[in-house]
């Protein structure tokens, strides 16, 4: 199983776990939070972590069934809450044993990001605008995800090289945006960046030099080592950097 299921294999244990109580809370059935939507999560982070007991399922969409009847807010009563408490602990008792098998990752990492944008790569909310997101290619959104991966994992030297090439990535789109012409070859970050220091902002010039005198050429090198902190502060500071070079693109 891959090590990003960690976080899912948590919120299965919570949603079982609340559904579980439900003989003491007797919570409601539909809307906001309510048990049909929880149910129906459950079944999803079951099917993501391979979880294949189909009478597990099967009473599942039962209950869904079931429950759909209620009106929206309405609470389900005691007899009901007691016999889903009951069916939702043969579902624990099963998933339990099937999870015990697998395995994963526990995620501590000492960073100053939010860990469940980074785990669940919402790459895209650390941008200021979703306009941004959505003019970076194809590449360059796979390794701005990927390093956030890197990131939630405690992974941060690669997590740094992938910033990199992804800032790099945009860098060659702004020079062929500016020139109008394909890029012939390989030109490096500092030939890019001198090339078009007559037609980009003082201030783009002098952070594309920062991120490569500090960031760039360090992370090429095979001594260097990046901390956690390091590399998310890189992260932030290399989208702000995107984000100038898309609007000046």
């Given at each position: 199983?891959?090590?990003?299921?960690?976080?899912?294999?948590?919120?299965?244990?919570?949603?079982?776990?609340?559904?579980?109580?439900?003989?003491?809370?007797?919570?409601?059935?539909?809307?906001?939070?309510?048990?049909?939507?929880?149910?129906?999560?459950?079944?999803?982070?079951?099917?993501?972590?391979?979880?294949?007991?189909?009478?597990?399922?099967?009473?599942?969409?039962?209950?869904?069934?079931?429950?759909?009847?209620?009106?929206?807010?309405?609470?389900?009563?005691?007899?009901?809450?007691?016999?889903?408490?009951?069916?939702?602990?043969?579902?624990?008792?099963?998933?339990?044993?099937?999870?015990?098998?697998?395995?994963?990752?526990?995620?501590r990492p000492e960073g100053i990001s939010d860990l469940k944008k980074l785990f669940e790569e919402e790459t895209q909310s650390f941008f200021s605008k979703k306009n941004?997101?959505?003019?970076?290619?194809?590449?360059?959104?796979?390794?701005?995800?990927?390093?956030?991966?890197?990131?939630?994992?405690?992974?941060?030297?690669?997590?740094?090289?992938?910033?990199?090439?992804?800032?790099?990535?945009?860098?060659?789109?702004?020079?062929?945006?500016?020139?109008?012409?394909?890029?012939?070859?390989?030109?490096?970050?500092?030939?890019?960046?001198?090339?078009?220091?007559?037609?980009?902002?003082?201030?783009?010039?002098?952070?594309?030099?920062?991120?490569?005198?500090?960031?760039?050429?360090?992370?090429?090198?095979?001594?260097?080592?990046?901390?956690?902190?390091?590399?998310?502060?890189?992260?932030?500071?290399?989208?702000?950097?995107?984000?100038?070079?898309?609007?000046?693109?």
């Amino acid at each position: 199983m891959p090590e990003r299921y960690a976080y899912t294999i948590q919120l299965i244990g919570g949603y079982l776990q609340w559904l579980i109580s439900q003989d003491n809370i007797q919570d409601k059935a539909k809307g906001d939070r309510g048990i049909i939507s929880t149910l129906k999560r459950s079944k999803e982070f079951l099917e993501e972590v391979e979880f294949n007991e189909k009478w597990v399922f099967e009473e599942i969409d039962n209950w869904i069934s079931k429950l759909s009847k209620y009106k929206v807010g309405q609470k389900i009563i005691k007899q009901t809450a007691e016999k889903l408490s009951y069916d939702t602990g043969n579902w624990f008792t099963e998933v339990s044993s099937y999870l015990e098998k697998c395995y994963y990752w526990e995620i501590r990492p000492e960073g100053i990001s939010d860990l469940k944008k980074l785990f669940e790569e919402e790459t895209q909310s650390f941008f200021s605008k979703k306009n941004y997101w959505k003019k970076l290619s194809k590449v360059a959104k796979h390794d701005l995800d990927e390093a956030c991966l890197c990131l939630a994992f405690e992974r941060p030297t690669a997590a740094a090289f992938l910033i990199m090439r992804a800032t790099e990535g945009v860098l060659r789109h702004l020079y062929e945006s500016k020139t109008q012409q394909p890029l012939q070859g390989f030109i490096n970050w500092g030939e890019l960046t001198k090339k078009l220091q007559s037609q980009i902002s003082p201030l783009l010039k002098d952070n594309l030099n920062h991120l490569k005198n500090n960031f760039r050429n360090p992370v090429a090198h095979p001594d260097k080592i990046y901390s956690q902190k390091e590399a998310e502060r890189l992260l932030h500071n290399a989208i702000n950097v995107i984000e100038q070079m898309i609007d000046e693109s």
